[in-house]
């Protein structure tokens, strides 16, 4: 419910009779049609009614927020060109760990068992909108998350997963060919005939 009017300088010069007058505030909210908390703020303070301001919109970030931002943030600047590609980087240290990677293009369908495991850790480590104020403390809650899921759930979720990639590659495809559906936007599943492999193939 929203706040009522000001008072107006007449209806002022009304409640301050009536309450001469020993009348109760809800007999005066009656008399001048006016709710009686805006009655009773003016009875508490006629001299200062009216005259507070608004403290505006309320903050989004509290002050401690607002000081670990400060911190945080460098006073040198930065074009969009001093930073890395982080994909580039990525590359090049596995490159230089000789890492073997396979190709996963755009589309393709999620079947890394590990990404519902950082789904199930998020919403531990951020439970009720938890913060953390430092990496140590934020390191500290993820591996404390971590130590509480059962070794039990992670193999059901590895053996599901088996299952899956059984459902969305269809037997006897080649690798290439899976990918030139993906691509191509064709539903995985048994080729319908020879000549639709061959088409999506022609791609690459």
Not at 43 to 62: M, N, Q
Not at 112 to 117: F, G, L, R
Not at 178 to 192: D, E, I, N, T, Y
Request: glycine share 6%.
């Amino acid at each position: 419910m929203g706040r009522g009017k000001t008072l107006t300088m007449p209806e002022r010069a009304q409640v301050d009779l009536m309450v001469e007058l020993k009348m109760s505030v809800s007999l005066i909210s009656a008399r001048i049609h006016r709710c009686r908390t805006v009655i009773k703020s003016y009875i508490s303070g006629p001299v200062a009614y009216g005259t507070s301001k608004s403290t505006g919109r309320p903050r989004k970030l509290k002050q401690r927020d607002e000081r670990n931002v400060a911190r945080a943030v460098p006073n040198t600047m930065k074009s969009a060109k001093d930073f890395d590609d982080p994909y580039n980087s990525t590359r090049a240290f596995l490159a230089s760990k000789k890492i073997k990677v396979f190709d996963w293009p755009a589309c393709s369908p999620d079947l890394n068992p590990i990404e519902s495991v950082w789904g199930i850790l998020a919403r531990s480590v951020y439970k009720n909108g938890k913060q953390y104020n430092s990496i140590s403390e934020f390191k500290n809650a993820v591996k404390a998350e971590w130590s509480k899921i059962q070794l039990s759930y992670l193999a059901n979720l590895s053996n599901n997963n088996e299952k899956s990639y059984e459902e969305k590659i269809p037997v006897g495809a080649s690798r290439k060919s899976v990918l030139a559906q993906q691509q191509c936007g064709v539903k995985l599943g048994p080729w319908r005939d020879n000549k639709q492999k061959t088409n999506l193939e022609g791609h690459f």
